[in-house]
């Protein structure tokens, strides 16, 4: 039974945390947030890019442990 308490707990902990970072965002802060550097990835555009030049250099064909697979330029 004390286990079972335990773990009660831990949710209802778990539970008033994450609730606590919920607020109200006035309307002249707004501006603020939506600035690109703000976002989680302010850069989508050449991080894709640069993920399929790292993805065109580290590419294997099959299961082979032999690398290889593109020309690597960049």
Not at 28 to 40: N, S, V, Y
Not at 43 to 69: F, K, W
């Amino acid at each position: 039974m004390r286990i079972t308490q335990q773990k009660l707990l831990i949710a209802l902990l778990t539970i008033c945390l994450s609730f606590s970072g919920c607020t109200t965002v006035a309307p002249w802060q707004r501006g603020t947030l939506a600035k690109p550097q703000m976002a989680p990835d302010p850069h989508p555009v050449r991080n894709t890019y640069q993920t399929h030049i790292y993805n065109s250099r580290e590419a294997t064909t099959g299961m082979s442990s032999a690398g290889g697979g593109g020309c690597g330029c960049n």
